[in-house]
Each structure stands twice: as C-alpha cells, then as structure tokens.
C-alpha cells in the first residue's frame, strides 16, 4: 500500500485518543483511497481500509488526496475519483469503518470538480470544493446531513464575477466555534492571495414543506429573498393565497409571522431557503388571526405572551379538518385567538 507521493493526506484523532489515518495509494496506478486506524493503546497501524467504492485508475498522480472529519461516533470524507472528474463525500461510524455510497458534491456539472475538504459539523457534512462549471476553477460549497442522499445550501464562495478567468485553488475548511472558515489561494489581484469567507452572520437553512391536495394553511418560516406565493410554491393555484384581518384578503407576498391559505390541485412538496430569524414578532389583533411559527418546532407554552392575550386552547391547524395543536412547526399557518391587540414573540 504505497501512499501517492503527491496526493496530500489527511490525518484525525478521536476523542478516544485513537489515530486515523487516510491517504490515496499509487500501486500499478489504481489510485484507491484508504483509511487505517490506530487504537490510542496500540502501538501499531491495523490493515487499510477502502473509503471509497471506485477502482480509481489513473496513469498520472492527480495530485489529490481525500479529506476526513471525525464528530463523536462518525467520520466523514471527500476525495476526487480521476477517471469521472468529479469529487464525491461519504461516512462511516468510526467502530466499523464500514462507508455509505458516494454522494458525488455536484451532479449536475458537467464540468470536473476536485480538492474537495469536509468538517463534520452537528451531524452534518459540510464540503468545499474546486470547481470548473464556470469554465475557471470557483470554490464552491454544499453539505449534507448524515444519511442524506444529496448535497443542499450550494453556493459559491469565490465572489468575482462567473465570467472573469481568475484562478481560485488550494480550498482548506476549518471549523472555529459555532462558524466555518473558508481559505483558498485567490489571483484575482495579479499575484495570489489567500482569501477568507466565514459564517460569521446567520446560516442559510433549507425547510421541506409538504402540501396537501386542495386548501392548506402555510406560513414563512425564514427571511427569503423572493417572498412571491408563485416563487416559493410554483405548483400551487394561481390566485388562491388568501390572508386574514377580519376578513380573508387576496395576497401575492407571503410575511414573516403571517398566515395564508394556499390551495394545491395536487399533492406537493417545495424546498424554502433562506436565513433564519433569531426573534419572531408576531402582532395580533382582537379576535381570530392567522399566524404562523419561525425555523425551529416549538411548543405552544414557549411562545411568550407578554401582555397574556392568547385565549387557551384556540389555537388551530387545518388538515382536512381542524384539530388543536400543542406544537408550532415551520411552514405551517395557524389559526389563534386574541383577547385584544398586542405582539407575540417566537423565539429559538
């Protein structure tokens, strides 16, 4: 198992005090990566393991070794496969060393990807990579939870324009605190530069909404970009998002807050990404109202009543019929009623 002399390695230690150890091999070119492991009370290397499931063959070095990342029980790694161009992540719990098929970062590029770094991050797989989609090498993000079949929050991280022919490499991904930090080598300047990025401010999120056939109640659950009904639910009835105050009104932008009808021909699900909202303020007037809930599923007793204008047990959700609800999820609109005007705060 002779290491590629020019495929950098990586290296991880576990709480536990035990060594891991991943590198790509070079024997007869078939460039396969391995991991090997040593037990903190061990004084030798066990036998190697393959991380991935390619025979990678390759008659030149491609000068790229995997990258791993060790959270608790698991280890997560990303490595480039010569012969498809493309760069692809995977795991594995660190007792078995046993790894899920390949996620490949970018499927729908034709283009080649390489380089690609991983930090394993509250269960989720985050990955930086060198990519060609735009006909120069960009560095690009995305990540995945354990056991997720995709790669989601894609975005590029070098910030010159798609069309210039500047030089973005060397990508390296570390994580300090509750933030990422980006580096890479940047020679948009005229000589290269190491440029950073850093989720210093709100992380994206991406929130699943399933839709029922016919009438549903929905909310905004994250600060989005475009906040049009046509946008966020494109297989939704034109026509049919209805607010209410005192009386139902035909809307066309969804708010923070806010409650909606929306009516479906069919059964639906849609993907909403944007940033989430520390404090939500939801304002109420006296009666019935249509509200809705942030990012994060709380209970009713969290939401906080400063001014104890909630009438108890009249809050609302509609599937098929109406029922009581003892949890706000995202995504969802909700029917509440108010013994007067006053502001309900959502918070985390």
Not at 186 to 193: E, I, L, P, V
Not at 312 to 323: L, R, S
Request: aromatic content about 12%; proline content about 4%.
């Amino acid at each position: 198992m002779e290491p590629c002399d020019c495929c950098q390695s990586d290296i991880e230690i576990s709480e536990t005090g035990d060594i891991f150890f991943a590198y790509r091999n070079n024997i007869s070119n078939q460039r396969k990566h391995f991991i090997v492991r040593k037990d903190f009370n061990l004084d030798f290397f066990e036998e190697p393991i393959q991380m991935s499931n390619f025979n990678d063959y390759a008659s030149y070095c491609p000068a790229s070794g995997p990258s791993i990342s060790i959270e608790e029980n698991n280890i997560a790694s990303g490595f480039h496969v010569s012969q498809h161009n493309n760069s692809y992540i995977n795991y594995s719990s660190l007792e078995s060393l046993s790894f899920t098929e390949e996620i490949n970062v970018n499927p729908g590029s034709g283009a080649s990807q390489n380089f690609p770094i991983v930090v394993l991050k509250e269960s989720v797989i985050h990955s930086i990579w060198v990519d060609y989609r735009n006909g120069n090498p960009d560095i690009y993000y995305g990540a995945t939870e354990l056991g997720g079949d995709e790669l989601v929050n894609e975005q590029r991280m070098s910030d010159d324009s798609e069309e210039s022919n500047f030089v973005q490499k060397d990508p390296f991904l570390i994580r300090s605190g509750d933030n990422l930090i980006c580096f890479w080598s940047d020679n948009r300047t005229g000589d290269y530069q190491i440029f950073i990025a850093t989720t210093g401010g709100p992380q994206s999120l991406t929130i699943t909404l399933n839709l029922n056939s016919d009438w549903n109640l929905i909310g905004l659950p994250l600060n989005v970009d475009d906040s049009s009904y046509e946008v966020l639910f494109p297989s939704a009835v034109e026509g049919t998002l209805f607010g209410f105050s005192e009386s139902y009104e035909l809307e066309s932008q969804l708010e923070l807050g806010s409650g909606y009808w929306l009516r479906f021909g069919a059964p639906a699900s849609t993907e909403i990404s944007g940033l989430p909202t520390d404090v939500l303020e939801v304002q109420l007037v006296d009666g019935w109202n249509l509200f809705s809930g942030a990012h994060q599923e709380i209970n009713v007793d969290q939401i906080i009543d400063p001014d104890a204008i909630i009438i108890a047990g009249t809050i609302y959700q509609f599937d098929v019929g109406y029922y009581n609800v003892e949890s706000i999820i995202p995504g969802k609109g909700y029917w509440i009623r108010s013994s007067g005007e006053g502001t309900l705060y959502i918070a985390e």
